[in-house]
T-cell receptor, first 113, second 115 residues
Framework: AQKITQTQPGMFVQEKEAVTLDCTYD???????LFWYKQPSSGEMIFLIY??????QNATEGRYSLNFQKARKSANLVISASQLGDSAMYFC??????????FGKGTKLTVNP | DTGVSQDPRHKITKRGQNVTFRCDPI?????LYWYRQTLGQGPEFLTY????????KSRLLSDRFSAERPKGSFSTLEIQRTEQGDSAMYLC?????????????FGPGTRLTVT
């Protein structure tokens, strides 16, 4: 069975600073993918970044980067230069041998001016 | 290219009534997924389709739930004899192909309230 754990219910960051959102995972699948989604108060899930289990380099997408440590089974999201619009729920998810995404409980990020 | 759309956005119903939700995926996306999200939780997988074939169903999908994708385009999710525990956000997503790198694009969701 696959499991995603996000231990930070809420995080606060000052505008323009960097923030790291934690994610650990558990799976027995040798090949898997890790995803981060953003969910604003409007409710829509917005894809941010993807990391494959065999990818040698950490994924980056603009201000988002994924700190992938396979041995520790962690896939932390780093947001650089936070903006007020980054305030939202953030979900870590994984997909292994099945089509479905398995999500964590999420972290609520608040960016303060 | 329009995104995934869902209708209605909000539904209030009385316990025991039947409800049906519709999802229109991104055109030409052959995979379509349904998830349920309750307050304070991440989305939970319900079922998915490849074209018109329903390939996987979660045990969360009791016999009161049924999903269809008759022509491999839009999909419907029906809940019969609704219960208060069915109150949740129902999310639909689609993707172009099965590739572990292919993200699922989500719609805005249908929020169901059962009174």
């Amino acid at each position: 069975a696959q499991k995603i754990t996000q231990t930070q219910p809420g995080m606060f960051v000052q505008e323009k600073e960097a923030v790291t959102l934690d994610c650990t995972y558990d799976t027995s699948d040798p090949s898997y993918g890790l995803f981060w989604y953003k969910q604003p108060s409007s409710g829509e899930m917005i894809f941010l970044i993807y990391q494959g289990s065999y990818d040698q380099q950490n994924a980056t997408e603009g201000r988002y980067s994924l700190n992938f440590q396979k041995a520790r089974k962690s896939a932390n999201l780093v947001i650089s230069a936070s903006q007020l619009g980054d305030s939202a729920m953030y979900f870590c998810a994984m997909r292994g041998g099945s089509e479905k995404l398995v999500f964590g409980k999420g972290t609520k990020l608040t960016v303060n001016p | 290219d329009t995104g995934v759309s869902q209708d209605p956005r909000h539904k209030i119903t009385k316990r025991g009534q039947n409800v049906t939700f519709r999802c229109d995926p991104i055109s030409e996306h052959n995979r379509l997924y349904w998830y349920r999200q309750t307050l304070g939780q991440g989305p939970e997988f319900l079922t998915y389709f490849q074209n018109e074939a329903q390939l996987e169903k979660s045990r969360l999908l009791s016999d009161r739930f049924s999903a269809e994708r008759p022509k491999g385009s839009f999909s419907t999710l029906e809940i019969q004899r609704t219960e208060q525990g069915d109150s949740a956000m129902y999310l639909c997503a689609s993707s172009l192909t099965w590739d572990r790198a292919y993200e699922q694009y989500f719609g805005p969701g249908t929020r169901l309230t059962v009174t």
